[in-house]
């Protein structure tokens, strides 16, 4: 299910985004940012459309998602 990421409490949404960026090793080019440029970048692409937040009713978790990995697993 996707979440509505504006609806979600700006402090949870910042952690939501740190925590993806951490865990996936999210590559960003050959510079160096920092992790607040690295959430900066995330916000962007929710705000684009390019990234959504989704949650797994079947495994209880919550996390972010390119929009054309989601686009390529549902055809």
């Not at 690295?38 to 797994?56: I, T, W």
Request: negative net charge.
């Amino acid at each position: 299910m996707i979440i509505v990421w504006q609806d979600i409490n700006p402090e949870t949404l910042t952690n939501l985004i740190e925590h993806f960026i951490l865990r996936e090793g999210t590559d960003y080019g050959e510079q160096e940012r920092t992790l607040e440029e690295k959430v900066d970048q995330v916000r962007e692409q929710l705000k684009q459309g390019q990234a959504c937040v989704v949650y797994s009713e079947l495994h209880e978790t919550i996390d972010i998602k390119l929009t054309h990995d989601l686009n390529s697993t549902t055809h």
